[in-house]
Nanobody, 122 residues
Framework: VQLQASGGGLVQAGGSLRLSCTAS??????YAWFRQAPGKEREFVAV???????RYGDSVKGRFTISRDNAKNTVYLQMNSLRPEDTAVYYC???????????????????WGQGTLVTVSS
C-alpha cells in the first residue's frame, strides 16, 4: 500500500495551503496527518475516521480542516491562517485498526506517506 502526500510549498504567514494524501490499492478507516519541524519530535495534527469523526491538535484547532473524498480515495488537510511555527514536513498516515483513544498516536499507524514540506515565511 502506498500513500502519496502532496501540496506542500512556500507560503507567507496568514496564507493557506491544501495538502492531499492519496492511498493506492485500498481504503482505510482512519487517516491522519502528523508533522515534524526541524529539531522537534513528530506531532499529531489531525485525523479523519469513518463516520466523520475528526480530531485536531491543539495548535491547529480552528485553522486546519481535515476531510476526505471517498471517490478519489484522498484525504485533504486545508490549512488556513498559517504561521511560521507551522513550518514542518507533513506526513499522512493510515490504518484501519486504530482505536478511538489512539487516534492521535503515531505508533498506531502502520502505513505512511513520504512527507511533504510546508514552509511558512514571516
Amino acid at each position: 500500500v502506498q500513500l502519496q502526500a502532496s501540496g506542500g510549498g512556500l507560503v507567507q504567514a496568514g496564507g493557506s495551503l491544501r495538502l492531499s494524501c492519496t492511498a493506492s490499492e485500498r481504503t482505510f478507516r482512519n487517516y491522519a496527518w502528523f508533522r515534524q519541524a526541524p529539531g522537534k519530535e513528530r506531532e499529531f495534527v489531525a485525523v479523519w475516521r469513518v463516520g466523520g469523526v475528526t480530531r485536531y491538535g491543539d495548535s491547529v484547532k480552528g485553522r486546519f480542516t481535515i476531510s476526505r473524498d471517498n471517490a478519489k480515495n484522498t484525504v485533504y488537510l486545508q490549512m488556513n491562517s498559517l504561521r511560521p511555527e507551522d513550518t514542518a514536513v507533513y506526513y499522512c498516515a493510515a490504518d484501519s485498526s486504530v482505536i478511538l483513544s489512539n487516534l492521535a498516536s503515531q505508533t498506531a499507524y502502520r502505513n505512511w506517506g513520504q512527507g511533504t514540506l510546508v514552509t511558512v515565511s514571516s
